[in-house]
């Protein structure tokens, strides 16, 4: 089935440091791939998005993506991570049918 | 600009009760959406609109009814609530689809007891 995984529940890391959230799709044809972020008892907030040219994405917050084609990877990174950072990742692709599928979400949190 | 909105925020039902849920955008998107999220399994796509009087099934469709008979909102119904529909609903827009990020209201709380 055509679908996203993000293979990790929950990354910690250390205040300054970098982080990876992981994505791996799995979509016939070039895939539109997302991230969003949502904090507690929001919505989903749109980040970065990767539709067609350069493999590595900038988006909002100082975050980016490298789309990996060889290894069906989107992996969501930010060199020097903060304690506002803390919040739920995920990760989405489109499908032909305008379907957006969500992965399950990673639970990002920076510890000062 | 109030972006997207949903009403209620919260709402508890009881087995066999019906509701319906507003979402309302001041965008002048096409595409509306309606999502569940439930721990654990990210957000699946009940309904979708790709304007004014249209609508399709997403992933999970069953159990739900849902209409759009002004471009600005998108209703989504339960006829018959079980409590398997207790979850968490997100409702979003977008200019267009496929390459074109989407914009989420802040959600409404559904129990079904």
């Known amino acids: 089935a055509q679908s996203v995984a993000q293979p990790e529940d929950q990354v910690n890391v250390a205040e300054g440091n970098p982080l990876t959230v992981k994505c791996t799709y799995s979509?016939?044809?070039?895939?539109?791939l997302f991230w969003y972020v949502q904090y507690p008892n929001r919505g989903l907030q749109f980040l970065l998005k990767?539709?067609?040219?350069?493999?590595l994405v900038k988006g909002s917050y100082g975050f980016e993506a490298e789309f990996n084609k060889s290894q069906t990877s989107f992996h969501l990174k930010k060199p020097s991570a903060l304690v506002s950072d803390s919040a739920l990742y995920f990760c989405?692709?489109?499908?032909?049918?305008?379907?957006?599928?969500f992965g399950a979400g990673t639970r990002l949190t920076v510890k000062p | 600009n109030a972006g997207v909105t949903q009403t209620p925020k919260f709402r508890v039902l009881k087995t066999g009760q019906s509701m319906t849920l507003l979402c309302a955008q001041d965008?002048?998107?096409?595409?509306m959406y309606w999502y569940r999220q439930d721990p654990g399994m990210g957000l699946r796509l009940i309904h979708y609109?790709?304007?004014?009087?249209?609508?399709a099934k997403g992933e999970v469709p069953d159990g739900y009814n849902v209409s759009r008979l002004k471009k600005q909102n998108f209703l989504l119904g339960l006829e018959s609530a079980a409590p398997s529909q207790t979850s968490v609903y997100f409702c979003?827009?977008?200019?267009?689809?496929?390459?074109?990020?989407?914009?989420f209201g802040p959600g409404t709380r559904l129990t079904v007891t």
């Open positions: 990767y539709i067609t040219g350069d493999n």
């Open positions: 989405a692709v489109i499908l032909n049918n305008n379907d957006m599928r």
């Open positions: 965008m002048n998107h096409e595409y």
């Open positions: 979003a827009s977008s200019v267009l689809a496929g390459a074109y990020e989407q914009y």
């Open positions: 979509v016939s044809g070039n895939p539109y």
């Open positions: 609109s790709v304007g004014e009087g249209t609508t």
